[in-house]
């Protein structure tokens, strides 16, 4: 540990002393409400946290638990329409000062918040300010809390870009944010918050919209951040895996109210309350779904392997057009794949290496520039719209983001109806109604959910909702993009549980696309790892995730975090052998 | 399932009436807000009363001169006979006044009317199908922009009606030239709507199952995208008396015989104002500026209450409230809310509904 070197007041790690019993932060009995159209409503309900030095906790719970809420307390950072009661203590790094940071006037809320405690956020791309230079960016800090020469500012600047490793960081401090990657915005991000030595970083989902290897790495910079700059983190997550990898100690909110509060080691090997052990139990693991996939493939007709694909793409590229004369770019290069009636075909890969494109493509919302994509028999390079047509009432889709797939101003009867009355199977909604109570039904929702609008149904019953759209004309193929990667664990479960239902019952080939290993590893016959436009890798769940032959597909095995501390520590080790190899 | 069960789950759906979109704008609103939008519909439903009943309640007629028995004079000061005196013109003052309101209510109608369809149809092709034929409509609506409207509405007057003009030949007049001024702000508004509903995962779907493009547009995009248009309806009301009143004001408006018009009024109270005569021009200024501050107060609430971050709410001053439950794991079922951790939407009660739908 060279804390020592860095933090002059030293900064004991838990346990390590008598400082140990010294807390960064107190949260004693906190509770905050909201006004809103429809009334108050309480987010926080008597929330106690505390928080050593140089420890990291997770607050853990799905989305609405408060735990957002309770983290931006911490920073004084609530919006005008809500009331809070409680305290929260914030203690100094070097543990001389403390404020109850819910009584502090706005003017000494500026003076706590960055030299106490600072915040990265879920969104790196989003928090940086894209007309500044970064070195700019981490200086205003120092700016704001005292007089700093603009020599020595960028000083300081290359040295905290240096130390959360920004490679060439006197030469980097220069550039403007577009000229990063998304793993090294947030490092800036990390930055930013480290360049006045706080005691304390909240950390708000700070790896959720990274790639899993890019995760990882971040990861790593946060551990690095405990032990080296002694800072003590508050890691607000939904995702188990994370937790295991980072945390020292775990507090689950569950409604408002902290469940459980218990070491990181601890929780994971004996959870205690019910809803922490559901929680644990809806994380999907990696191999567990194993027998099931090979029951599946025993369970095939004879001469299956031989029937005409339902897609078959030999040499398949896509390219977006570019900008007035400049070259397009390509999304996918030249993919090989096939998927046959009944099966269902995992796609994985980071953001960008053209998985929706492909599936996209398939349904024919976006032209194939190259190669040969055969959709249930109908060739879709060059096909025209009126050649497309019948093809489509073949296909369902089921997307991504489940706040958007319906219209909001229709209900979700006419929703799911609008195939029905589209292709000419009825004529207006009374005479669909039937069909659409029978597949809400089947997709676990009464009847009665029919006639509410988007908006008054959660995110996980839109999505079973957008699956009975999909599914309304019975089709031989379902393209499922992401329709889980909004969802929380414990709502993804379900969803995922019957979706494998359905597929086993209506026995439709699927696309299943997604950037979770673990969740397709669930569902897919096959899965296909795809790495910047081109398959590198291809075979049953058991051979390309038990033991992958491609590097880049060990690379991101080993990326993703599993939720067991112990065993997520011998994956490091794994990975960074894995990094080096590089 | 019976909807007994469903009733406490989900608040009834208000009725139309209060749905509409003034209504429930005053419904949602507080404090500062609710004030403004109350003074705001107070004072354009007079302005729209006076016009309706104008013939009702004005004491004279708009181009009277004289009674049965003799002529009004002019530039007379208020009296019991002529409430707020009588013109150089030797009009009364009260009945040109509200005379004008009608004026006004009918070039704002003529205005809005003729300008909306035109200007949301070739917004919503012009957004949906993008390409040449949507740079060629934003160059034209750019090059509309650039062109003063009130030269664009003298203009107008003189090939509608050589300058001087009757009631309708006025009223078409201002209300044409505004038109052509208004269509590229209502094209604009909805073509930027258009282009970012085009996005959602919605059209999306509807595409993917083979519906047409009029169907995407009409029952999808178009519904979705006439949100901001209550506001740029107002706003443009008020513009429209401000146009007509300019054009009567430079002497291109409707003569006095024709119809009662404000901005002519004024023009000839101008040499009054410097002889101490001050009926003339305080009486026909102030009932323009009511009309447009009245619209205009409406049409700013309306864009603050439209929208969630400006709108305030009644804080209150105690931790109140129940917590939502954001997830009742009967049977593992867990209902969330993705979207908006500040109004999540479940409840227990739901999810009993739910196990009871699929028994």
């Known amino acids: ?582 | 399932m019976s909807d007994t069960t469903l009733a406490p789950a989900l608040p009834p759906r208000p009725s139309l009436w209060s749905r509409l979109p003034v209504v429930s704008h005053l419904r949602q609103s507080v404090g500062l807000q609710r004030f403004m939008l109350v003074a705001g519909l107070v004072i354009t439903g007079i302005f729209l009363v006076v016009a309706v009943l104008a013939p009702v309640l004005a004491p004279y007629g708009y181009s009277q001169l004289r009674t049965e028995t003799a002529a009004f004079g002019a530039q007379q000061a208020p009296s019991g006979d002529h409430w707020l005196g009588t013109t150089v013109g030797g009009y009364d003052v009260l009945s040109r006044v509200i005379w004008g309101a009608q004026t006004a209510a009918l070039v704002i109608v003529v205005a809005i009317v003729a300008s909306i369809f035109l200007g949301i149809l070739i917004g919503l092709v012009s957004g949906y199908f993008g390409g040449w034929i949507d740079r060629v409509l934003v160059v034209v609506c750019d090059a509309i922009y650039a062109f003063p409207s009130l030269l664009l509405a003298i203009l107008a007057a003189i090939v509608i009606s050589g300058g001087k003009s009757s009631l309708w030949g006025g009223i078409l007049a201002a209300a044409l030239s505004i038109t052509v001024v208004f269509i590229p702000q209502y094209f604009r508004v909805i073509r930027a709507e258009v282009v970012r509903i085009k996005t959602e995962a919605y059209i999306d779907a509807a595409r993917v199952i083979g519906s047409p493009h009029r169907r995407i547009m009409v029952r999808h995009v178009l519904r979705n995208s006439t949100r901001t248009l209550p506001l740029i309806v107002t706003l443009n009301a008020s513009e429209a008396i401000l146009t007509l009143a300019g054009l009567g004001f430079l002497g291109f408006g409707i003569e006095p015989t024709a119809a009662a018009e404000w901005g002519y009024d004024l023009n000839k109270a101008i040499a009054d104002v410097s002889s101490g005569i001050w009926w003339t021009a305080l009486f026909p200024g102030l009932a323009i500026v009511l009309a447009v501050l009245g619209i205009t107060l409406v049409g700013e609430s309306l864009n603050d209450l439209a929208d969630p971050r400006l709108r305030s709410r009644r804080a209150s001053k105690q931790v109140a409230g129940d917590v939502a439950s954001t997830s009742v794991a009967v049977q593992g079922n867990v209902v969330v809310d993705v979207t908006d951790p500040g109004a999540p939407v479940a409840d227990p009660v739901r999810d009993v509904d739910e196990r009871e739908g699929r028994a």
């Open chain 1, 1 to 582: 540990m060279s804390s020592t070197t860095t933090t002059p007041a030293g900064a004991p790690r838990p346990g390590a002393g008598p400082g140990a019993e010294r807390h960064v932060v107190e949260i004693r009995d906190l509770a905050v409400s909201f006004a809103t159209d429809a009334g108050s409503v309480r987010a926080v309900d008597g929330v106690d946290l505390t928080v050593r030095p140089g420890e990291v906790l997770a607050v853990v719970g799905e989305s609405g638990s408060g735990k957002t809420v309770t983290a931006s307390t911490i920073l004084g950072l609530l919006p005008e329409n809500a009331t809070t009661r409680g305290a929260v203590v914030l203690a100094n790094k070097a543990g001389t000062d403390e404020h109850d940071v819910v009584a502090l006037s706005p003017k000494q809320l500026r003076a706590v918040r960055g030299t106490d405690v600072a915040m990265v956020f879920q969104e790196p791309s989003a928090v940086l300010n894209p007309v500044f230079t970064v070195g700019w960016q981490i200086t205003e800090g120092l700016r704001a809390h005292g007089k700093v020469s603009a020599k020595e500012g960028r000083a300081r600047a290359i040295e905290i870009l240096e130390r959360v490793g920004i490679p060439d960081a006197a030469e980097r401090v220069d550039q403007y944010p577009h000229q990063f990657s998304g793993g090294q915005k947030q490092r800036i991000v990390i930055a930013m918050a480290l360049v006045l030595d706080p005691g304390l970083i909240v950390a708000d989902e700070p790896t959720t919209a990274l790639d899993v290897t890019v995760q990882a790495e971040i990861l790593d910079l946060l551990r690095r951040v405990r032990d080296e700059f002694g800072t003590a983190v508050v890691l607000i997550t939904h995702n188990m895996g994370v937790v295991a990898d980072l945390a020292d100690t775990v507090a689950v909110m569950y409604q408002g109210k902290v469940v459980e509060q218990a070491g990181a080691r601890e929780l994971f090997a004996d959870p205690q309350d019910e809803y922490t052990k559901r929680l644990l139990g809806s994380v999907p693991r990696i191999g567990e779904a194993t027998a099931r996939t090979a029951a599946r493939a025993a369970g095939r007709p004879e001469g299956w392997a031989e029937a005409t694909p339902v897609v078959a793409a030999r040499d398949l590229e896509i390219t977006y057009p570019g900008r007035f004369r400049r070259p397009g770019f390509p999304a996918v290069r030249g993919v090989d794949l096939t998927i046959r009636p009944g099966e269902v075909l995992g796609l994985v890969g980071e953001s960008g290496s053209g998985k929706s494109t492909i599936g996209r493509a398939i349904a024919g919302l976006t032209p194939v520039t190259g190669g040969s994509l055969s959709v249930l028999g109908v060739e879709m390079n060059g096909a025209r719209p009126r050649e497309v047509r019948p093809v489509r009432s073949r296909i369902g889709f089921v997307f991504q983001d489940p706040s958007s797939t319906f219209n909001p101003l229709l209900t979700i009867a006419d929703g799911v109806a609008e195939p029905l009355i589209v292709q000419g199977r009825a004529r207006d909604l009374r005479a669909a109604r039937a069909r659409v109570d029978e597949l809400l039904e089947a997709v676990q929702l009464p009847r009665a959910y029919g006639d509410r609008y988007p908006h008054e149904l959660s995110g996980g019953q839109r999505q079973r909702a957008s699956l009975a759209r999909g599914l309304a004309l019975e089709p031989e193929l379902l393209i499922a993009d992401e329709p889980t990667s909004a969802l929380d664990v414990s709502v993804q479960a379900r969803v995922l549980e019957l979706f494998a239902e359905l597929q086993a019952e209506l026995g439709f080939a699927c696309l299943f696309i997604s950037h979770d290993l673990a969740v397709v590893d669930l569902l897919a016959d096959r899965i296909a790892v795809l790495y910047r436009g081109q398959v590198v890798e291809e075979g049953t769940g058991e051979h390309v995730l038990g033991a992958p032959q491609d590097p880049y597909t060990q690379r991101l095995l080993a990326s993703l975090p599993v939720p067991d501390p112990v065993q997520q520590a011998e994956r490091r080790v794994e990975l960074a052998r894995l990094r080096s190899l590089d």
